[in-house]
């Protein structure tokens, strides 16, 4: 029996090579199929998109170093002098955080 269970959560995304953050809210469905398998298809604006922890990339510049941290993470976050204002759509928000020369 094909049997499945849909819930949505959000992630803040912080790239480590550019400073960009975003938020994403994505409705997971975790389907067990005929052999007993479980499986999460992840979808985002009506669409399935990738598992956001399988090879992230920075929407930015197409950074592969990146922080995955619980929703909120990011919106709550005070932008350093200088960094860009939040941008947001029906469920993505972006910042760009100054990260400091090494």
């Given at each position: 029996m094909n049997t499945s269970t849909i819930v949505h959560e959000a992630y803040s995304f912080v790239c480590l090579s550019c400073g960009h953050g975003w938020e994403r809210a994505y409705e997971?469905?975790?389907v067990t199929d005929l052999h007993g398998n479980q499986v999460c298809h992840y979808y985002h604006d009506g669409g399935r998109?990738?598992?956001?922890f399988t090879r992230p990339r920075c929407e930015q510049c197409e950074g592969n170093r990146l922080r995955i941290l619980r929703a909120g993470r990011?919106?709550?976050?005070?932008?350093p002098t200088g960094a860009s204002a939040p941008t947001s759509g029906p469920s993505v928000r972006h910042w760009h955080l100054r990260l400091p020369r090494r």
């Open positions: 997971i469905h975790h998109v990738p598992s956001p990011v919106a709550s976050a005070t932008p």
